[in-house]
């Protein structure tokens, strides 16, 4: 499976942003469920939000309300929408994926990643 976020850029406090993570896989990039997570400047990496592989179900960490993911499994691609940013989501943000296919979007290990798109949020 390879994973590759894009989207990222410098976006001023109270703006939007979408992110897009575009998923290959040779048995499907639509069986597996995604997750995005962000590393903030000396911070360790957090998870933030995660889909099932059909798309039917979502999780997410404190940010949901403002964090919106979802899927288009005939793009291939899983979106992240931020609204209202603020100044403490800056970061890199990445999409991962687990290693065994058709999984809910909680309890996952993740095994593969993407490289990163950088967020910075300006005042």
């Known amino acids: 499976v390879q994973l590759q976020a894009s989207g990222g850029g410098l976006v001023q406090a109270g703006g939007s942003l979408r992110l897009s993570c575009a998923v290959s896989?040779?048995?499907?990039?639509?069986?597996?469920?995604v997750g995005w997570f962000r590393q903030a400047p000396g911070k360790e990496r957090e998870f933030v939000a995660a889909i099932t592989w059909s798309g039917a179900g979502t999780c997410y960490t404190d940010v949901k309300g403002r964090f919106t993911i979802s899927r288009d499994n005939g793009q291939n691609t899983v979106f992240l929408r931020i609204n209202n940013l603020k100044l403490e989501d800056t970061a890199v943000y990445y999409c991962?994926?687990?290693?065994?296919?058709?999984?809910?979007?909680?309890?996952?290990?993740?095994?593969?990643w993407g490289q990163g798109t950088l967020v910075t949020v300006s005042s």
């Open positions: 896989s040779r048995t499907g990039s639509h069986q597996y469920a």
């Open positions: 991962a994926a687990p290693s065994t296919r058709f999984t809910g979007c909680s309890g996952n290990t993740y095994y593969y």
